[in-house]
């Protein structure tokens, strides 16, 4: 008899969620990889988010020519999206480059989204950002916008024109096993940037691209960042922070058990020369290797990316506490520590314990303005603080 309950709701359940799964494909998508599936896809979002139960949006194998497209909330209920093939971006980058994103999820409380492929074939774009003449603004990849209780896993990100992965004003989101790729010479290509949310945890992330792997901007809280193998890339950094003059902070940031391969900075902390009521407090960088990188341990206080008309006075924002601890590898220069701080806004409470980072087996230095803190423990280079 219990027996008999128990198959019975399992079958129930098999039923049920079968019964919630729409795929796009019933909904006029077609998995040739050259018909416009957009209203496919966004009917299939309608469905599923005014589902009162739970319910699945289906993208099958093949792939699946998309346009820009906003999945917007609020839903009735909790939504998944289970993406099995690839979608992607038409090859004139004009068509998805005009309004900033691609594919946006917005405004939803209880969103999962598991696998699929996401190419914004933006190999165009950047060639026409380098030649210089009327290119669109460009669009992220993939962004989950003001929304709760998030998870995004095993998504891939190819070749997006500006960010692949960004959570923006969200709160409670775990994003896990992502994969970007981008080629090193992209411009903005960041794999995973977070910006004015809190309680983000990214785990498990493997970022190849042409900006920084993460990159975390103002009013962030509560960020987990572990397991991260970055590289190529400019490396995990806090900011660029301090552009405006009033700003949300950065508070409560720990990046453990990172690994960076040949990129141009490890981790790094960057804030732009101005008065700015923005702030990095209460950091952890720690458990990392550091495989010939150009700038392992950064503080930039100075930062102005295009070298022109940047401000000169220097406030920066204030920076304090920061914990670096068991960071060891191999650096592609003699400096591996650099700390430039601003002179009115000092960085203090940097903790430095057991660093041991080398270039070319030989000893590396450190460079120290306007930076307070203690170290311990082995400290290669020696510390300037
Ligand atoms: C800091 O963030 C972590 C998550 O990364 C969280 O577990 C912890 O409670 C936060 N600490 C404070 C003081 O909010
Ligand atoms: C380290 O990287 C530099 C470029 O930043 C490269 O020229 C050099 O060959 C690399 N060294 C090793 C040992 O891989």
């Not at 306007?370 to 170290?375: F, I, P, R």
Request: charged share 10%.
């Amino acid at each position: 008899m219990a027996k008999l309950i128990m198959l019975s709701l399992c079958f129930l359940a098999i039923f049920s969620s079968a019964n919630a799964a729409i795929s796009v494909v019933n909904l006029g998508a077609k998995s040739d990889g050259q018909t416009d599936s957009t209203s496919a896809f966004l009917k299939a979002w309608t469905t599923v988010c005014n589902s009162a139960h739970p319910a699945t949006m289906y993208v099958p194998k093949g792939t699946f020519l998309v346009k820009t497209a906003v999945f917007s909330g609020p839903c009735k209920s909790k939504v998944s999206v289970l993406i099995a093939g690839t979608i992607v971006a038409p090859s004139n980058y004009q068509i998805i480059g005009q309004t900033g994103f691609w594919i946006l999820f917005i405004k939803i409380n209880g969103l999962s989204i598991h696998g699929g492929t996401i190419d914004a074939k933006g190999a165009g774009f950047w060639a026409c950002r380098t030649t210089g003449s009327n290119c669109p603004s460009g669009s992220r990849s993939f962004t989950i916008m003001a929304s709760s209780n998030v998870l995004l896993s095993g998504l891939t990100s190819i070749n997006s024109q500006l960010i692949h992965v960004e959570i923006n004003g969200c709160t409670n989101v775990m994003v896990r096993n992502i994969k970007v790729s981008a080629l090193t010479q992209s411009l903005n290509t960041d794999g995973i940037h977070v910006e004015q949310s809190t309680g983000v945890t990214i785990i498990n992330c493997a970022i190849k691209t042409g900006d920084d792997c993460i990159s975390i901007g103002p009013g962030t809280r509560n960020l987990w960042i572990q397991r991260i193998a970055c590289g190529p890339g400019h490396g995990i950094s806090i900011g660029s922070l301090g552009n405006k003059a009033t700003e949300d902070g950065v508070q409560n940031v720990t990046v453990t058990s990172a690994v960076f391969t040949e990129t141009m900075n490890g981790v790094r902390i960057k804030s732009w020369a101005k008065q700015s009521t923005g702030f990095a407090r209460d950091i952890i960088f720690r458990n990392i290797v550091m495989k010939n990188v150009s700038n392992p341990i950064v503080i930039d206080q100075t930062y102005c990316p295009s070298g022109n008309n940047c401000p000169t006075k220097s406030y920066g924002v204030k920076i304090s506490p920061v914990t670096y601890l068991n960071i060891k590898g191999t650096s592609s220069q003699q400096i591996a520590v650099n700390f430039d701080c601003s002179s009115t806004n000092p960085c203090s409470g940097i903790r430095m314990k057991n660093i041991d980072i080398t270039y070319h087996n030989g000893a590396t230095t450190s460079s120290c303005s306007n930076a307070g803190g203690t170290s311990s423990g082995v400290m290669i280079p020696a510390s300037c603080l």
